[in-house]
T-cell receptor, first 113, second 115 residues
Framework: DVKVTQSSRYLVKRTGEKVFLECVQD?????MFWYRQDPGLGLRLIYF???????EKGDIPEGYSVSREKKERFSLILESASTNQTSMYLC????????????FGSGTRLTVV | DQQVKQNSPSLSVQEGRISILNCDYT??????FLWYKKYPAEGPTFLIS?????DKNEDGRFTVFLNKSAKHLSLHIVPSQPGDSAVYFC??????????????FGTGTRLQVTL
């Protein structure tokens, strides 16, 4: 069964901490994405990557960075966590080309206190 | 600037009836549209899609209609079942956006199918 796996389902971090969210896919997908989901705002794109070591900013990249050292792994980094980054974080992957829908992970619920 | 809008945050439908979920978009470059379904504590799953060269696509109980002139699409579920209760996201993309096929999502509509 093909999968996108996010390392944690729930995380609680303190303000100012550096936070790593990990995502691994086993489908040999070229593209990987990080979204956050907030009530009333839907899913908003933070960063995406179309190849190893390549990254592009999405719609809300401020306060975040990413790393893609291997094709199957895409990490989201919160350099200094703030309370407004409390959210559900969703990783997704896809083959290149718009006709292939994303496969999403189950999400990480991050709470910053 | 919300390029994909789902103006109904929630919808309640009786089992066996038709559910109609609506989506509007503003970006005329969008040429491919998808619907995703999300249960609590799970990631969204792909449901159905439509290309801008079509005005209808059907898959079992699910049909998506596209009205390009109105920049509007809708998802019809017939008949609705209790297991369809979930949040539904509309998404759109443009083929010529360069290196990766980014999806722009709407805000979601929570569908509740009652017995």
């Amino acid at each position: 069964d093909v999968k996108v796996t996010q390392s944690s389902r729930y995380l609680v971090k303190r303000t100012g901490e550096k936070v790593f969210l990990e995502c691994v896919q086993d489908m040999d997908h070229e593209n990987m994405f990080w979204y956050r989901q907030d009530p009333g705002l839907g899913l908003r794109l933070i960063y995406f990557s179309y190849d190893v070591k390549m990254k592009e900013k999405g719609d809300i990249p401020e306060g975040y960075s990413v790393s893609r050292e291997k094709k199957e792994r895409f990490s989201l980094i919160l350099e200094s966590a703030s309370t407004n980054q409390t959210s559900m974080y969703l990783c997704a992957s896809s083959f290149a080309g718009a006709n292939y829908g994303y496969t999403f992970g189950s999400g990480t619920r991050l709470t910053v206190v | 600037d919300q390029q994909v809008k789902q103006n109904s945050p929630s919808l309640s439908v009786q089992e066996g009836r038709i559910s109609i979920l609506n989506c509007d978009y503003t970006n005329s470059m969008f040429d491919y549209f998808l619907w995703y379904k999300k249960y609590p504590a799970e990631g969204p799953t792909f449901l159905i899609s439509i290309s801008s060269i079509k005005d209808k696509n059907e898959d079992g109980r699910f049909t998506v209609f596209l009205n390009k002139s109105a920049k509007h699409l809708s998802l019809h579920i017939v008949p609705s079942q209790p297991g369809d209760s979930a949040v539904y996201f509309c998404a759109a993309t443009a083929h010529n956006t360069g290196t990766a096929s980014k999806l722009t999502f709407g805000t979601g509509t929570r569908l509740q199918v009652t017995l």
